[in-house]
């Protein structure tokens, strides 16, 4: 059983609020992801990160932010969300080894009103 | 950048079998994964290909060839808990980020 953990599960938040999405894994991985889910569409990568203090934009550009600053940590942050940035957020992880199995945290369903 | 298709949705009988395609297109290739999705929740790992040929888990077995740029994810003997998502994932050799295809659909009738 993956070992990765996000919370909160669920959000209700209202427009121009800041939120941060938390993401932590106890497996030591060197590479975190974040992606974002419509229901019953496809995952769409947001960010991602090689290790400590290494973030990069993914394939969908999105208004949120990431850091890492320690291994096991990738928070995801909206400094103003919006009706739109209603959807899943699902975190990932992967060892260090270019074939290591990626694993997914539960997700949060975020809605914005 | 990776072309990766699946087909949309597939319809089954419970007990039956089936078989989800996968294409991709990319460069540097270092492995296909297959994953699946239940509704409202994470994708759960299934399958790793990197070689050429058939791997086999139980009532689940994944194909690859790498010359034809081609996957097969195989369900046999359905039940109606794998009436989920199938996500095909490649990884290329700088292999920082897995990229996913759209997903299959796939509905168990009984």
């Known amino acids: 059983e993956a070992d990765i953990y996000q919370t909160p599960r669920y959000l209700v938040i209202g427009t121009g609020k800041k939120i941060t999405l938390e993401c932590s894994q106890t497996?030591?991985?060197?590479?975190m992801y974040w992606y974002q889910q419509d229901p019953g569409m496809e995952l769409h990568l947001i960010h991602y990160?090689?290790?400590?203090?290494?973030?990069e934009k993914g394939d969908l550009s999105s208004e949120s932010t990431v850091s890492r600053i320690r291994t096991e940590h990738f928070p995801l942050t909206l400094e103003s969300a919006r009706p739109s940035h209603t959807s899943q957020y699902l975190c990932?992880?992967?060892?260090?080894?270019?074939?290591?199995?990626?694993?997914f945290g539960p997700g949060t369903r975020l809605t914005v009103t | 950048g990776q072309n990766i298709d699946q087909p949309t949705e597939m319809t089954a009988t419970e007990g039956a079998i089936v078989q989800i395609n996968c294409t991709y297109q990319t460069s540097g290739f270092n492995g296909l994964f297959w994953y699946q999705q239940h509704a409202g929740e994470a994708p759960t790992f299934l399958s790793y290909?990197?070689?050429?040929g058939l791997e086999e888990k139980g009532r689940f077995s994944s194909f690859l060839s790498r010359s034809k740029g081609y996957s097969y994810l195989l369900l046999k003997e359905l039940q109606m808990k794998d009436s989920a998502s199938y996500l095909c994932?490649?990884?290329?050799?700088?292999?920082?980020?897995?990229?996913f295809g759209g997903g299959t659909r796939v509905l168990v009738k009984p």
């Open positions: 990160s090689y290790g400590v203090n290494s973030t």
């Open positions: 497996m030591g991985h060197d590479k």
């Open positions: 994932a490649v990884i290329k050799a700088a292999g920082n980020k897995l990229t």
């Open positions: 290909n990197v070689l050429d």
């Open positions: 990932a992880s992967r060892p260090g080894t270019a074939i290591g199995e990626q694993y």
